[in-house]
Nanobody, 126 residues
């Protein structure tokens, strides 16, 4: 049974950092594309980062490029999202998602992913 468990959201001041984790069971993270989708109140889930299943390549939304880093630890079967220089507009519930066949073109499209974690709240506020 495939399961994704998202952890380590929280409250942080602007300019601060958080590292989210997405722990997988039922599949190997190296064999699936994994992506992160924040969802702010009243908004759609918008992919900010993903890591490919084929070659481990990563891509990022422009507004997080240089601030967020996605990384995969196959030994722990976990994918992380390191978030630095956080801004109030980064406040959202963050979900991770996994899929074995998502294409590069759809890598940050929510509807392309079949498996979802439960989400964790990230609040950036002073």
């Amino acid at each position: 049974q495939v399961q994704l468990v998202v952890s380590w959201g929280g409250l942080v001041q602007p300019g601060g950092s958080l590292r989210l984790s997405c722990s997988a069971s039922g599949f190997a993270v190296g064999h699936y594309a994994i992506a992160w989708f924040p969802q702010a109140p009243g908004k759609e889930r918008e992919g900010v980062s993903c890591i490919s299943s084929t070659d481990g390549s990563t891509n990022y939304a422009d507004f997080v490029e240089g601030r967020f880093t996605i990384a995969r630890d196959s030994a722990r079967n976990t994918v992380y999202l390191q978030m630095n220089s956080l801004k109030p507009e980064d406040t959202a519930v963050y979900y991770c998602a996994a899929d074995p066949t998502v294409s590069t073109a759809s890598a940050r499209v929510a509807s392309a992913y079949i498996y979802w974690g439960q989400g964790t709240q990230v609040t950036v506020s002073s």
